[in-house]
């Protein structure tokens, strides 16, 4: 069972940047898609952007698409989110997510990782 620790979360400034990342376990990695979600505080967790097995297909949430790239690196069993022209809005915990069968639903998350704005 693959299990996935977000980490380099932090504060920045509105307009930076910030990557954060995501480690999995096991050997499985490279066949699932995979995804990242965030969830501001009292607002329900929300879609961010998600990516093939292979890396080769990406979609984005429109609030952040053009700032935001999902990638992954199957032989480091590690999924990134750079985040560029961040805004005070982009406040949330961020979580990875895998999906174990093509086209089910994520059902495996990391922890979560804080990424704080500031205006």
């Known amino acids: 069972q693959v299990q996935l620790v977000e980490s380099g979360g932090g504060l920045v400034q509105a307009g930076g940047s910030l990557r954060i990342s995501c480690a999995a376990s096991?050997?499985?990695?490279?066949?699932?898609?995979m995804g990242w979600f965030r969830q501001a505080p009292g607002k329900e967790r929300e879609f961010v952007a998600r990516?093939?097995?292979?890396?080769?297909?990406?979609i984005y949430a429109d609030s952040v698409k053009g700032r935001f790239t999902i990638s992954r690196d199957n032989a480091k069993n590690t999924l990134y989110l750079q985040m560029n022209r961040l805004k005070p809005e982009d406040t949330a915990v961020y979580y990875c997510?895998?999906?174990?069968?093509?086209?089910?639903?994520?059902?495996?998350w990391g922890q979560g990782t804080q990424v704080t704005v500031s205006s």
């Open positions: 997510a895998a999906r174990t069968i093509a086209y089910g639903d994520y059902d495996i």
């Open positions: 096991g050997r499985t990695f490279s066949n699932y898609g």
């Open positions: 990516i093939t097995w292979s890396g080769a297909s990406t």
